[in-house]
T-cell receptor, first 117, second 113 residues
């Protein structure tokens, strides 16, 4: 049963601490997306990768957020330093594109619920 | 600016009712429209629509796309309490070879016995 996995599922931390969230995309998928979801803003795209290359991180606060894909099976999202306004659910999703043609179907992981005190 | 607008924001019905959820969009280079269902966890994929007028069905759920009028509807017939969720509409947009989705804020559906 192929699915996207994320760790940790819940994280409570204090303001100023570093937070690292991890995602394992579905095997064979070559696009990875990081989203943030809050009640006020809904689902916002933070960054995405294709074939491990970062293609768009315009939705991410650059001064404190960073996203990487060290290998095809791992994507990370880091916040340093964290702030209370970063409290949200962070989703990773993966998909597949080939020959430049993508119909955009994405499969979501269970999310990381982050609380910054 | 690309945008996806869903209506209504919230809907409360009784079991057995039929509901229609709306999604309108303004995007450059439309490629696909997707519906997701989100309960208390991750969004799960329902449908992907790329062509106008072709209805997609899955059990009591169905959806259709109108690319001329730039909208889609999601119908749920004979609703059940298990249909209670947030329904998200997303549009794939951009130049060829772009994988991003633009999400609406969702419609919260509550089905009571």
């Amino acid at each position: 049963d192929a699915r996207v996995t994320q760790t940790p599922r819940h994280k409570v931390t204090e303001m100023g601490q570093e937070v690292t969230m991890r995602c394992q995309p579905i095997l064979g998928h070559n696009t990875v997306f990081w989203y943030r979801q809050t009640m006020m803003q809904g689902l916002e795209l933070l960054a995405y990768f294709r074939n491990r290359a970062p293609l768009d991180d315009s939705g991410m606060p650059k001064d404190r957020f960073s996203a990487e894909m060290p290998d095809a099976t791992l994507a990370t999202l880091k916040i340093q330093p964290s702030e209370p306004r970063d409290s949200a659910v962070y989703f990773c999703a993966s998909g597949w594109t080939s020959g430049g043609l993508s119909y955009n179907e994405q499969f979501f992981g269970p999310g990381t619920r982050l609380t910054v005190l | 600016e690309d945008k996806v607008v869903q209506s209504p924001l919230s809907l409360v019905v009784h079991e057995g009712d039929t509901v229609t959820l709306n999604c309108s969009y303004e995007v450059t280079n439309f490629r696909s429209l997707l519906w997701y269902k989100q309960e208390k966890k991750a969004p799960t994929f329902l449908f992907m629509l790329t062509s106008s007028g072709i209805e997609k069905k899955s059990g009591r759920l169905s959806s259709i796309l109108d690319k001329k009028e730039l909208f889609s509807i999601l119908n749920i017939t004979a609703t059940q309490t298990g249909d209670s969720a947030i329904y998200l509409c997303a549009v794939g947009s951009g130049s060829y070879n772009t994988d991003k989705l633009i999400f609406g804020t969702g419609t919260r559906l509550q089905v009571f016995p």
